[in-house]
């Protein structure tokens, strides 16, 4: 597009129609936190005035209010369990016009062929999906990958359309320790004039500040009022994390208020279908924003603008001359009542509609990602006597040191956990005990396992863990329940064995009878059955979490 012409420049003056007016509108100005009203005009993408204008289009808007579209600031798009055409067919109803997104995921799992499909995948959407370039695969010296993705990699993603910089430097004890190849990644971001997205759940003090000098610009990971000041304070942005497994919102309601307010955005992290299908995506943190007391201007600017400064997006996220024309029309703000959605002018969705948009071929190297040999109840004893028991926590991804045991104690709710290396036929097995989880009989398994993607099972026996995994084996990749020898529930997961080639709503359903199943079997229904079993191997978020090598103390960065 032109960014400048003689006949944007007539629109804008009034002197001749804009392309698109949207009349009489409510709109909120992100910049001084009012809602004020005037016609909106709009050509070649961008908004070109707001007033009394005339249009060769015209929306009646009288009774509307505008806001700016929603910018999530940090998401995975594998943890939608979707491809990202069905992504976006479920995003814009919410109102989402722009995602920055770390395919770390994926990269996991098939290293620069997982990375290429989701920037190919992603290009011709209509919504923007800005990639950071992974820094953490893999993400901790305490498991196994499927590949590598090394500063090299990094410095080519880096060259590509839409990538902004480095994803959440997930090892911070390697930051902080200085660790040569961490800044090499960071330094190929820098130079390259990109910024460096934070992950450092509970990092404080000195530790925090040798962190911040590596330029970490923002953190999704506060999980309380504290920690999200320090960083505040220290320059950092913090973005509001509200997904599926992690709900942060409530404990840091105050920031959205000022002084905060302004340096801080929202995100949703990792979120599975039938959240964003049910309940939305940002509109949903802001929707509960607004009912637990936050200005709704304030929550609006943190949904729209703030993101965009935040990672550098020039001209996104306001209503204002020269800025894209990414619009929300809603039919009460209160509530996040979304009547329409514009895409740089163009009307992409309407209160109803049925989106459908075409995805692009997944490689076939994408749809085999599975390799692991049969395994036995022998397989899954523990390794030591007594040993960890690994205590989860509703609405948390951070873990509880339970102490240790020596077996199954159904009664008490002690569970064995189980990592299986899935992609080199390593043979290597984690197992441990697992408190919180609930299940009264059978096994879940899942190949969804952050960030390595191994096969994680839970269970009640060994026979019955042996069951589940040689049953994700034979569907190459999903999750499954089984019960007695039979399987009970499962959703293939073809494309890495992290998403379904299902459209959004089907894959919500799916996952929907799959966890009713696992509630059924006696699963602790304040928990997510499969978001919450698969971030019980993620090795950088504390406490103590369980991978192919054995249990890893986070906070003490070693295996126990």
Not at 119 to 133: H, R, S
Not at 137 to 153: T, Y
Not at 500 to 517: G, K, Q
């Amino acid at each position: 597009m032109s960014y400048l012409n003689e006949q944007l420049m007539a629109m804008a003056r009034g002197d001749q129609p804009a392309q698109l007016v949207l009349k009489d509108a409510a709109y909120l100005n992100v910049f001084t936190g009012e809602f004020l009203e005037g016609d909106i005009a709009i050509g070649d993408g961008v908004v070109l005035g707001i007033g009394s204008y005339q249009g060769v289009q015209e929306v009646d808007c009288a009774g509307k209010t505008i806001v700016p579209g929603f910018i999530d600031s940090h998401m995975h798009p594998e943890s939608t369990m979707v491809v990202p055409a069905h992504f976006a067919e479920a995003a814009l109803p919410h109102g989402t016009t722009a995602v920055v997104a770390d395919p770390h995921e994926i990269t996991n799992v098939s290293g620069r062929a997982g990375f290429d499909y989701i920037w190919e995948a992603t290009k011709e959407l209509p919504l923007d999906v800005f990639l950071m370039a992974p820094s953490c695969v893999p993400a901790s010296p305490f498991d196994e990958s499927g590949c590598v993705f090394d500063h090299e990699d990094v410095a080519r993603a880096l060259k590509l359309p839409r990538v902004l910089g480095l994803a959440e430097l997930m090892g911070f004890p390697g930051t902080v320790g200085g660790d040569p190849e961490i800044a090499a990644k960071v330094n190929a971001a820098l130079a390259q004039g990109g910024i460096v997205d934070g992950h450092a759940p509970g990092l404080t003090g000195k530790a925090l500040n040798a962190y911040l000098t590596a330029r970490v610009s923002n953190d999704h990971e506060s999980s309380t009022l504290a920690e999200a000041l320090e960083k505040l304070r220290l320059g950092q942005w913090v973005l509001v994390r509200e997904g599926t497994a992690a709900k942060n919102l409530e404990a840091l309601l105050p920031l959205f208020e000022e002084p905060y307010a302004s340096r801080c955005a929202l995100c949703t992290d990792d979120e599975h279908p039938g959240d964003l299908v049910r309940v939305g995506q940002i509109d949903n943190i802001i929707r509960k924003a607004i009912a637990l007391g936050a200005s709704p201007a304030n929550a609006y600017r943190m949904a729209s603008l703030n993101g965009a400064l935040c990672h550098n997006l020039p001209y996104r996220g306001a209503i204002a001359p020269g800025y894209l024309a990414d619009l929300v029309v809603l039919c009460d703000p209160m509530t996040v009542d979304i009547c329409a959605v514009y895409k740089g002018g163009k009307p992409v969705y309407a209160a109803g509609q049925q989106l459908s948009l075409p995805a692009i071929p997944v490689p076939q190297a994408l749809q085999d990602t599975v390799h692991l040999d049969p395994v036995t109840a022998e397989d899954f004893r523990l390794r030591r006597v007594p040993e960890k028991i690994i205590g989860l926590n509703p609405g948390s991804l951070i873990t509880d040191d339970c102490g240790e045991g020596t077996d199954y104690d159904l009664e008490h709710d002690i569970l064995k956990l189980c990592v299986v290396e899935r992609h080199h036929h390593t043979g290597h097995i984690g197992v441990c005990l697992l408190r919180g989880y609930g299940l009264r009989a059978g096994a879940c398994a899942t190949t969804v396992a952050h960030d390595s993607h191994n096969v994680i099972a839970v269970g009640t026996s060994d026979e019955e863990i042996a069951y589940a995994v040689n049953h994700i084996r034979e569907m190459h990749g999903g999750m499954c329940i089984v019960n007695q020898g039979k399987v009970l529930d499962e959703l293939p997961l073809p494309v890495a064995g992290l998403m379904s080639d299902l459209p959004a709503e089907e894959a919500a359903a799916r996952v929907d009878h799959i966890s009713a199943t696992a509630w059924a079997n006696g699963v602790n229904s304040g928990i997510d059955p499969f978001m919450t079993l698969s971030f019980a191997s993620l090795p950088v978020i504390p406490t103590l979490k369980l991978t192919t090598l054995g249990v890893v103390d986070v906070n003490q960065f070693k295996i126990v």
